[in-house]
């Protein structure tokens, strides 16, 4: 089991930035397509972004153009660097380290809040 922690979250002014971070434990997670993930009160977890092993990218309809996942395999991290947040973003925001792909079988951090307010 990997196990993923998040940082980089907080309160930030709408049209403002913050950059995530998910620290992983493991250093063959570069093998995992790692995700994005959020979650806002009263609604389903839904995907923001994520990478796979070959640098394969998938965005969001919601996020595309405003945010960028990236990846160090060195550093078993995976970001996701947020721009232009709006409001609606706020959420609670989780990664995911998928085997293969697969998200039913990989781990999750333990999730960090982003607030977009003024």
């Known amino acids: 089991q990997v196990q993923l922690v998040e940082s980089g979250g907080g309160l930030v002014q709408p049209g403002g930035s913050l950059r995530l971070s998910c620290a992983a434990s493991?250093?063959?997670?570069?093998?995992?397509?790692l995700g994005w993930y959020r979650q806002a009160s009263g609604k389903q977890r839904e995907l923001v972004a994520n990478?796979?092993?070959?640098?394969?990218?998938t965005y969001s309809d919601f996020v595309k153009g405003r945010f960028t996942i990236s990846r160090d395999n060195a550093k078993n991290t995976v970001y996701l660097q947020m721009n232009s947040l709006k409001p609606e973003d706020t959420a609670v925001y989780y990664c995911?380290?998928?085997?293969?792909?697969?998200?039913?079988?990989?781990?999750w951090g333990q999730g960090i809040q982003v607030t977009v307010s003024s």
């Open positions: 995911n380290a998928a085997p293969g792909g697969i998200v039913a079988f990989g781990s």
């Open positions: 493991r250093s063959f997670i570069k093998a995992y397509t």
């Open positions: 990478i796979t092993s070959d640098d394969r990218t």
